[in-house]
């Protein structure tokens, strides 16, 4: 090249470095993200490798059924391409830190294998000192320091695994087979291994090595997840493979015979340790007859100081009677002699009386003798008198007989008579009188008394009268001279009758009064001898109290020693009280010596019965296990089993596929602006070729001139944008995987993938240079004197909206002027189209994508998973276990519903396509919507369980090329096959599932389905599901527990970094977006300068002219942005078919957000651009464009 | 005083190290309604006095006086707003909206105007009445400078100022184009500044500045000027 032509070229860079600078960095972009993002890919691969190899990650991994042997290793070694063989122990067991339970893997720390890398403090040198998984110290909250703690969390014995349990945190560390956030399954706790931690070596008990790690020959030189690695694998595993049954059967041996041995030995110890614990029972035996002999005794002693003690009672009680009864006696004694002392008394008083009586009785004899002679003279007065009256009478009768004769004597008698009378009437009243004094004196002597004294008077008075006789014959005379004085004879006769009477009564009286005495005498006699006997008795009594008395003074005597004899009693009481304290005691002494005794014996009793049981157990156990004891196999496993090693193949792969796909897009859209950048260019130079031509410099040149100039910028922006793209992607997405994900990862290569970066250089090297040539061809074929006048402005057209007047003439003319502006340039507004709207597909791709990708877990096991937790039954186990432990897990506390589903692996069959899918069998169809939805993924019509047929993911539909009502054959895991129709295509983002209803699955196998599957809705919080996980898994027949939310979870942690890494695509594009607004918009200004020179010096104002282009930019940006939408639209799903894994469909469909989202970026980008442009409108030199002919 | 005034006006241009002195102490006047001609050599300044003149540039000492505005002292928007309303502008290559029709590229600058004249009337003037919807590609060169002075005109400018308006047109065109200038001068009484290299014309001028590096060389009146018809160059 001319030196002229040379510098023009570099001026030409200089004059307008915005345009060189634009293409450069559009072309650095776009070959930045097509290598960055094609490279990722290998990069992984790469930085895994290199990592792996820094780490020596085993190549093989041999497992057996019987652990493995310093043999077993040894044979190993000498395998052909094996360079290291190791064993290797491994456990699980549970530790617990904040009261959260962790499962963590102890593996034996390995030096040439496997290495640990230290993220953190240093490796273990003592036994106590332990390395822990980096992740799980940041998980579980555990220092570096700490010491942790382990148990089994089965019911063998830590000890059985370990030496000790205890540990020291001395660092923290990855392993290159653990890279990622899992680590695997357990069979303890709750399913799920937390982390793991390495030990010494020797800390390990186990017999037998877990696992063999081996590292092979000949891979030196091979990256990892090549093909020849894998064969160079496959080999060495095929060779481990060959020589495996023949170390089984020699394991087998040496296991049986080991076996067997100890099961005798064990056996023997059970037998000793039994015989030791029948003794010591014999012992306690004994020792408790013992004790209730005491007790019987105690009991029997108790009795009989309690009847002695009654008896003691009664002897007070009758002491206390006897006591009571001499007191009583002494009392009567007393009251006695107080009687006997009246009695005294009374019989001398009756003595008294009756001597008085007797007294009385002789005077009243004396008086009653008196009285009878009284009576007697009384009495003889009274014969005396009756014979007088009689003979007065005779007298009288005389008298009157001789009345006559008589009367006169009688007068004369009577006249003495009367005389007489007179006078006894004269005495009488004074008899009388006296009388009546003795009367009132004596009552039983008046009328003695008064014939006593009549007696007298009458003895008197016979005298008198004898005297007075011869008076009386004068009386008599006189009487009868009281004839008539008869009557009171008569009278007297009357009453000396009553006189008479009275005497009689007298003498009766007498009689009586005699008889009375008679009877006092009587009396008397009797009251003597009463009062004789009432002495004697007297006496008799005296005699009897003093022998009472006497008596009484013995009972005293005996009540006093009766005390003495309760006193001593009592003593012996006491006594025999103390004897029984002590004795008890002495049982409470030997009871509890027994109870100690007991104790201790059920202490070792119950574990060594527990031993002995659990030896038995064990035994059983041993004997059964060596009966099934098979030849075991050898488990020969390569790295693809490793499941860290695996997923991160997966991802690396679908980065891969990620570039073949959005990079080349976007590499499009750049070489497509870079290309219409530099025709652009070369039209305008139009004038300077043509005097280039004109001056003879030859076409090859001239070209060159604008090639040098496209392939400055290309191969410049390419070769940055390679150097710049392929370490800054790959680096943020491994970094992305490396922080997130992959933690094991800490070195990130990210070499020049020279083929990658070849490409990139040499495709924009090709698409701008060949777009430079063609233009340059182009402008080249017209004259030098075409080329040196001005080219022709594009005309300008009328278009299509003119030739609706009504609308047109509405138009200002700087809308007609743009207007007219978008359909003239047409390759422009193409161009613009395309790139704006290609920046905004792949902005979408990149919001699409995560839209897509988002929402995966939510649909999955939100919308169409409705129940919250599978768990999967042991089928091993007898049905009876799995009934009760179905019944125990659907009746579990916040259980709200469950169904139970049979689960199994099928293939699914069409024509040429196969498909493995999860065949399930739910045992209530007619209950399948309350915990799987059924529905179309874009209708979002619900469908119910078909009947017929059978119901298939979506994914699966596609992947077998089947749609509803197509036939596809099941094959079953016993081989099997069936044909059934397909009738439902379901909604399904996460793996392939076939649902059959038992009646379709009976008709197509004939066996009813076997429920090894346990779907479960609950109403837990965090610790009750913890807890729910923890009793589950803990039931034999609990093969696994899976939560739907830590299946989501872990979802979206492996999609949140792919959502990340969509934020680079998202980034990317919007650069990308703002080079080529920024280089359209910079064509545009350029190419239209005149105009706009034009307008200036019109006088139109900056905004005005900013207005006149910014009105077309804005019009471009909505055509760029609604093509966008629709190339967006396709991409995303070209892209989304790209990126899927096979297990999982995204979802189809961009959120309307998103669509928004990119709209709104893409106008921000056009209105920064615009605002850049302003700038630029103000500088334009009206003077300078206007002038220049081109 | 003079309509157009200017007095002592300079111009330097710096050119990286290199000052450049486009007018080094111009001063004339010109009269309303004359037909004024800028005549000089390549390169002497006459552009730059234009463009000063003009609104398009700013002197960089000196004053311009147009109507009895200070136009030296306007800077940004009052330079825009002056050229807007004052100047009317006709170049050597048109400078036409391509997009625009004869008619509407006229419109176009009347839109910004405050007193502005009809544009079909001016159009008719410049004898383009039969393609006034014609884009300027489908017109001729005169044509298209025709509808350039229709667009300076029709803004009813205070100046007209003409950039080497015949100098991309041939003898005859540009013969007509400048009986057009002319003829606006006199009829419209429009001042009407013209620059040219080309000496031939000056007798057609009311009034003739040369100017030769930056300098006025004379400038003259022509009390008669001769009609163009009789001018052969």
New interface residues.
Partial sequence: MKRALRKDSIREIRRNPGRFISIFFIIALGAAFFTGIRSTKYDMKYSADLYYNSANLMDIRVLSDLGLTDDDLEALRQVEGVSLAEGNYTAEAICEQSNEEYVVSLISLTEDINRPEIRQGRMPEAEDECLVDTLFLEESGYKIGDTIQFRSGTDTSISDTLTRDAFTIVGTAVLPHYMDLERGNAGIGDGTIDGFVLLNRNVFSLDVYTEALILIDGTEGELSYSTEYEDQSELVQDRIEAIADAECQRRYDEVYAEGRSKLDDAEQEIADAERELADAEQELEDGRQEIADGERTIVENEQELQDARQSLADGEQELQDAWQQILDGRQQIADAWMEVAKNGAKLEKGQEQIDQGLETLKQKEEQLSQAEAQYEAGYAQYQAAAEQINAQKEQIAQAEAALPAMEEQLAALKAQLAALQEQEALSEPETEAETETMEEDSSDTPAEDEKTGEDTQSQEEITVLEAQIAELEAVIAQMRTAADMKPQLLAAEAELETQGGTLQETRVTLDQAKQQIQQGYAELDDAQAEVDAGEEELEAGIAELDSQSAKLDEAEIEYEDGLQELEDARQQIADGEQALTDARQELTDAKKELEDGQREYDEKAADARQEIADAREEIADGEQELEDLEVPSWYVLGRDTIASYVSYEMDADRMGSLGNVFPVMFFLVAALVSLTAMTRMVEEQRTAIGTLKALGYGDGVITWKYLSYAMAAAIGGSILGVLVGSVLIPWVIMNAYGTALYRGLSIYLMPLNMDQAILAVAASVCSTGIATMAAAYRELRSKPAQLMRPKTPESGKRVLLERIPFLWRHLNFTWKSTIRNLFRYKKRFLMTVIGIGGCMALMLVGYGLQDSISVVAERQYGELFLYDAQITIDTEQDQEVQDTFTEYCTGYEGVDNSLRVCAENVTLICGEEEHDAELDVPETPSRMDEFVTFRDRVTRESYGFPSEGAALSEKTADSLNVSAGDLILIEFDDGETAEVQVSEVIENYMMHYIYLSPDVYGQLTGNTPEYNRIWVSCSMDENQRYAFENDMTAQDACYSVVFMDSMADSLNDMLDILNEVMYVLIISAGLLAFVVLYNLNSINITERERELATLKVLGFYDGEVAAYVYRENIILTFIGIAAGVFMGISLHRFVILTVEVDLMMFAREIQPMSFVICALWSMLFSLIMNAVMYIRLKKIDMIASLKNVE | MSYVELKDVTKVYQMGEVQIKACDGISFQIEKGEFAVIVGPSGAGK?TVL?IL?G??TATTGTVTVDGQDVSTFRG?DL??????D?G?V?Q?Y???????AL?NV???L??CKNPLDAKEVLKEVGLESRMKN????LSGGEQQRVAIA?ALA?NPRLLLCDEPTGALDYVTGKAILKLLHDTCRTRNMTVIVITHNTAITPMADRVIHIHSGKVKSMKQNEHPQPIEQIEW
């Fill in positions: 552009t463009n003009g398009m540039d928007r825009i707003r002056y050229r807007r309303e100047i502008f170049f290559f400078n036409l909206m391509q997009n625009l029709t509407e419109e176009l600058a839109q910004i884009f300027p590609a489908q667009r803004k």
